[in-house]
């Protein structure tokens, strides 16, 4: 008999341990989101870095210590396996002050402690030889060459689409409102969708993993959220071509800039705490956004005229009691595992906690894992218009003439792309279509025009697909549909 | 890869481009036109208001009506088209060899031309490049993108609007919202005067839909769709006023907060740019820093009447022509039009004065009872009232331009 597992959030924690669990025979896993499609949590707004592991201090944060360099060396061979938009160019933490050399110094040690490969402290000709537009007034580095950047939630779908191929099962728009646990082991999980028998439950609830965690009765940690912002620039607007950090102060890693795997200048985040209860609060404000261009324009001066913006963001840290990662089987409940508090450098650890909570099941939850024979570690990404050349372009379209329409302007997105996006939607359960599945699948609306032109036209592809009328298509999921209904329903005086 | 061969390929199917197809094509030249939507006709199938083609036609016709005529003589005269067409790249190899790559249902192709015209439109400018920050949920639509929604589609936006920026396009949604049962709650103006023509600044009377003038919105609030707007009143030098905020409940926002000419294809190639007008630098025929490349339309400068835009494209058409029979435009030398006082961009910007020519310009601010003068060549032109929101056409001969020695400049004087 399989052991039936539930995952409580799809975000790059949940997806990833799937993707692991998803290699046995003995397991039956079901990956549970109550969103409309997966990585709409925390890992959708962050800074997208696979950090080096010489930021987290072993002795005080032990968890995040050893995974985040195991999860940099996992995502290396991660990115090839699932075909993950990435860059792999290395960061450098800019020394402005003399003082700052003594911080460079132990993090260097630090990432020697933990294990991290190829540091060293760079002087001020070779930092101007890598990074010619970096403060004048910089002094040195460290530099960092396995730091990389990926696209976040491409990497969450590319994850969840692996896992569903291998045979788990999603459970969209599926909300977790209580855990059922009798004679101190978990049964399932009560959900607006009725209840999912489980033996084991895996909490990977992003900033709500506090109050799934007291649905089970354990309540030794709190979740706060810490919010971060962000401005992302026009193309065409030079950026660094490694990833930037200030010396860090011992609150924070500071302010980056950066050249996003799309080509556009990034800053951010800053970091600003908010009260327990604000944990939907991604709102952007004017004093986070002054804060970061200040920051950033302290080692990146020429920043670009404000209107060149594209985009603001805000995303949520899930900051947990004691700082360190929360990832054990709970000796109270049988079969309950806390994924919890994946704060910064959760992305990046990631793969690493999917292994993590492996050796959990084994080693404390006693189940001996039996490997697939056929497991398919491969997934492939769908069509990008804009990597194709001509002759590409006119043999795809010979199969489908979608393939040689534009949709998006900026970013070059085909029809046919956002079918293949619609096809994937499809494949892991997407029931609500909504124009950011669409978005985060191709890049479509997402450039200098943000969607002005081509989001009516998507729109009208999702209703197509998912024959719905155009004006019950979403946003992002349930309560943000794009109309109220067809352009007389006010004058019928049919709207509520 | 699939090859062919024009005299001039025309970019975008708009009015401009339309009319600059048709005329190329009645000049005898082989034509092929370009266009990425489903139709041609650019935004004019989806403005259904009236108020299109007053000087063109001398009548007052809706805008499916005034590209409908155009599209019919595209396809009276029998002119090559493709819709869902996307121009992807322009190459330049010498003066009259020039490739335009574009890609389209029917494959992708490259085209051999002598001459281009780029008539590819504007964008809208949105939220976040006017600072406003918040929530990003659903409710948040630019002008067009709305009008495209409820004109072309059938959809219904939302039913309690706040519309951000009084210019025409604004103002002209202002009406459309209100006629099809929505509130429209306010509009919202940065400027202390509004942005649009008079005509267009009536509809707020007829509706009864209060203007704010001096205010900007800089915050959105909403779970998962809008929910609020708060709106600040500015000082002369457009700095917020602590103190003055307040919030307006809304479902829908409607961004109308200008238009950018897109010409990254151009300044891929180098074209120069006028930082004024953000589209590129001409002379009298429309021909850019880089020759035989002509522009006109909204890609030139944003234009309020598309009669304008049609008289652009036949002018940018003629050029083509021109430079086609002469491989390059024949002029001995060029008269620069400078901005004098009170002019914010001036178009075209080089003048050969062989040829009369229409000066498109703007003003910085409003003025009553003033002069538009031209001191190099003694032209002097009184007009009541001069507004950034009306687009001056000056007709200046040729004559009068071959008095100038290098320059003439343009002025708003009292
Ligand atoms: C500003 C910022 C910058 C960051 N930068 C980096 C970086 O550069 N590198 C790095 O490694 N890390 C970074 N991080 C950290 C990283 O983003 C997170 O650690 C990671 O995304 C957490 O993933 P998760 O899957 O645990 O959470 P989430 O992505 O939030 O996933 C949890 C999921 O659970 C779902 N859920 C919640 N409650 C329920 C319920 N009751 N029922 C069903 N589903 C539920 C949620 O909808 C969500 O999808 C950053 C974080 C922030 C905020
Ligand atoms: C809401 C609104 C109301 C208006 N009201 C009036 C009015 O009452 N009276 C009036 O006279 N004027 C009005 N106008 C102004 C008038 O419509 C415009 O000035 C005119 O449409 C501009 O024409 P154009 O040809 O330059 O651009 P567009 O009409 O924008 O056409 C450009 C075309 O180029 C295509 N294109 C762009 N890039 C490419 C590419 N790379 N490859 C292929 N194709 C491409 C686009 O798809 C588009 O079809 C209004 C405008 C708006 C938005």
Not at chain 2, 88 to 98: F, H, M, R, T
Not at chain 2, 114 to 139: L, N, P, S, W
Request: charge should be neutral; aromatic fraction near 8%.
């Amino acid at each position: 008999m399989k052991t039936k597992v539930a995952i409580i959030g799809a975000g790059i924690v949940g997806a990833s341990i799937a993707r692991v669990l998803s290699k046995y025979e003995n397991l039956e896993v079901h990956l549970i989101e109550k969103e409309a499609d997966v990585g709409w949590g925390v890992s959708k707004a962050n800074t997208a870095l696979i950090h080096g592991g010489y930021d987290d201090d072993p002795d005080k944060y032990p968890m995040r210590a050893k995974l985040c360099i195991r999860g940099n060396r996992l995502w290396h061979q991660w990115v090839k396996e699932l075909e993950i938009p990435h860059i792999w160019n290395g960061a450098l933490i800019v020394a402005l002050k003399d003082e700052d050399f003594d911080e460079l110094e132990r993090l260097l040690e630090r990432g020697q402690r933990n294990g991290v490969p190829e540091m060293r402290i760079i002087d001020r000709e070779e930092l101007f030889h890598l990074e010619p537009n970096v403060n004048p007034n910089a002094l040195g580095a460290l530099w960092v060459p396995i730091v990389g950047q990926i696209g976040p939630i491409p990497a969450v779908i590319a994850i969840v689409e692996n896992a569903v191929a291998n045979g788990v099962k999603v459970h969209l728009e599926t909300e977790v409102r209580g855990i059922k646990v009798e004679n101190g082991e978990v049964k399932g999980i009560e959900t607006n969708n009725g209840f999912i028998e489980a033996d084991i439950v895996i909490n990977a609830a992003g900033l709500y993993a506090d109050e799934i965690s007291k649905m089970a009765g354990i309540d030794y940690f709190e979740i706060h959220p810490r919010k971060g912002e962000y401005w992302i620039f026009d193309e065409g607007i030079p950026g660094p071509n490694h990833v930037l950090f200030p010396t860090p102060t011992p609150i924070s890693k500071g302010v980056v800039v950066t050249t996003e795997i799309s080509g556009h200048l990034m800053i951010g985040p800053n970091a600003q705490d908010l009260p327990k209860d604000y944990k939907d609060d991604t709102s952007t404000t004017r004093e986070g956004l002054e804060e970061v261009w200040r920051k950033a324009q302290e080692i990146w001066p020429n920043l670009p005229p404000r209107w060149k913006v594209i985009r603001t963001f805000a995303g949520l840290r899930p900051e947990p009691t004691g700082g360190d990662f929360i990832i054990k089987a709970e000796e109270e409940v049988q079969g309950f595992i806390n994924v919890a508090g994946i704060r910064s450098p959760g992305l990046t650890s990631a793969p690493a906690i999917g292994y993590e909570v492996r050796d959990i099941i084994e080693r404390d939850l006693g189940i001996k894992l039996k490997e697939k024979e056929k497991w398919n570690p491969y997934r492939k990404e769908i069509t990008h218009f804009f990597m194709l050349q001509p002759t590409q372009i006119n043999e795809l379209v010979k199969k489908n003439p979608a393939y040689g329409r534009i949709v998006c302007r900026c970013n070059k997105v085909s029809e046919g792309d956002v079918l293949e996006a619609i096809e994937r939607m499809k494949f892991i359960g997407v029931k609500t279509p909504s124009v950011d599945s669409v978005k985060f699948r191709t890049k479509a609306t997402s450039g200098t025009c943000q969607g002005s032109f081509c989001k009516v036209v998507i729109i009208n592809l999702l209703a197509r697909e998912y024959g719905i009328p155009p004006w019950k298509v979403t946003l992002k999921g349930k309560g943000s549909e794009i109309g109220i209904g067809d352009v007389k329903v006010l004058l019928r005086g049919e709207a509520q | 890869m699939n090859t062919l061969q024009y005299d001039v390929v025309v970019i975008g199917g708009g009015p401009a481009g339309l009319a600059a197809a048709v005329k190329a094509k009645e000049y005898g030249l082989n034509v092929l036109l370009l266009d990425e939507n489903e139709y041609l006709g650019g935004i004019l199938p989806q403005c259904i208001h009236p108020g299109f083609g007053i000087h063109y036609f001398r009548e007052e016709l809706t805008g499916p009506e005034f590209s409908h005529r155009f599209v019919q003589r595209v396809k009276d005269l029998k002119i090559d088209y493709f819709v869902k067409a996307r121009v992807l790249e322009i190459k330049n190899y010498s003066d009259l060899e020039k490739i335009v790559a574009f890609t389209s249902p029917e494959g992708a192709f490259e085209v051999w031309a002598k001459a281009i015209i780029y008539a590819t439109g504007a964008r809208e400018r949105h939220a976040f490049e006017i600072g406003i920050v918040g929530d990003r949920v659903a409710g948040i639509y630019t002008a067009g993108e709305a009008q495209t929604l409820m004109d072309i589609y059938g959809v219904m936006p939302g039913k309690e609007v706040v519309i951000v920026g009084s210019g025409d396009v604004g103002l002209i949604m202002a009406r459309r919202f209100a006629l099809e049962g929505a509130k429209v709650k306010a509009v919202i103006e940065l400027m202390p005067y509004p942005g649009g023509l008079a005509r267009n600044v009536m509809i707020l009377r007829d509706f009864n839909i209060p203007l704010y003038l001096s205010h900007k919105v800089v915050e959105v609030r909403g779970k998962k769709r809008v929910e609020k707007v708060k709106v600040v009143k500015v000082d002369e030098n457009l700095r917020e006023i602590p103190g003055t905020e307040f919030w307006i409940e809304c479902d829908t926002i409607i961004i109308s907060a200008g238009l950018i000419p897109q010409v990254k294809l151009l300044t891929d190639i180098g074209v120069e740019i006028d930082p004024a007008t953000g589209g590129p630098v001409v002379n009298d025929l429309l021909e850019t820093t880089v020759p035989g490349i002509f522009v006109a339309g909204n890609s030139l400068l944003i234009n309020d009447l598309v009669d304008y835009v049609a008289e652009q494209g036949e002018l940018a058409a003629y050029g083509a022509k021109l430079f086609i029979e002469n491989g390059g435009i024949p002029a001995e030398k060029w008269i620069k039009l400078e901005k004098g006082n009170n002019i914010r961009l001036a178009v075209p910007h080089y003048l050969s004065g062989k040829r009369d020519v229409y000066i498109y310009a703007r003003v910085r601010k409003p003025m009553e009872n003033v002069v538009l003068n031209f001191p190099e060549i003694d032209r002097k032109i009184r007009l009541p009232v001069v507004r950034p929101a009306e687009m001056l056409r000056i007709r200046l001969r040729k004559e009068e331009i071959a008095k100038a020695r290098d320059k003439i400049t343009m002025e708003v004087v009292q």
